[in-house]
């Protein structure tokens, strides 16, 4: 059997496949770590964790919604990339992921929340990057005004302000 003329077949189908697996790699951060993602992830840049830096956050597409909060009068508008988008981007497995705030502050976030609402990860409120004092830079927000069920403190408390780092269990 010549094996030959099935070498342009094969090539065909190798190439495909090599260039996913180099879509597959998470690039370095440049600038200041805002986030670290560790766990059950399958693209690291840092040792055996994600890191993030806000260049790298906002090369991911970004989303934008305004709604009521409990912590701001009236609507509020806050922008970011959905959180399952950074979570895909690191190849995120699990069932349950651990916020942890700056100030130690932590939460756990059932995985499925990430499909069924369209959370964000906001880099920026009112269309302003958010400083630590202003609960930045970054800031699990829920769409509380899309759903009923959201406006509840559930939901309320699984929305950690001054995020430093999320563990997927």
Known sequence: MNLFKYLP??????????TASAAETL???????????????SRKNQGDVAAFDMAMLSGLPQRSFST????????TKFSGPLLRDVLAAVG??????????????KTDIPFEDVSRFDVI????????AMPVREK???????????R???????????SAWQLKSLQVH
């Not at 077949?9 to 090599?18: F, K, M, Q, R």
């Not at 009521?68 to 609507?75: A, D, I, M, R, S």
């Not at 995120?92 to 502050?105: H, M, S, T």
């Open 9 to 18: 077949l094969l090539l065909a189908l190798a190439v495909p496949s090599l």
């Open 27 to 41: 690039t370095k951060p440049n600038g200041k770590v805002v986030l670290l993602i560790s766990g059950g992830i």
């Open 68 to 75: 009521h909060t409990p912590w701001y009068p009236g609507l």
């Open 92 to 105: 995120a497995r699990g069932k349950l992921l651990k916020a942890v705030a700056l100030n130690d502050y």
């Open 121 to 128: 990860l906001a880099t920026q409120m009112n269309d302003k």
């Open 136 to 146: 930045g830079p970054l800031f699990i927000v829920y769409p509380y005004d899309s």
């Open 148 to 158: 009923e069920e959201l406006r509840s403190e559930l939901y309320y408390n699984r």
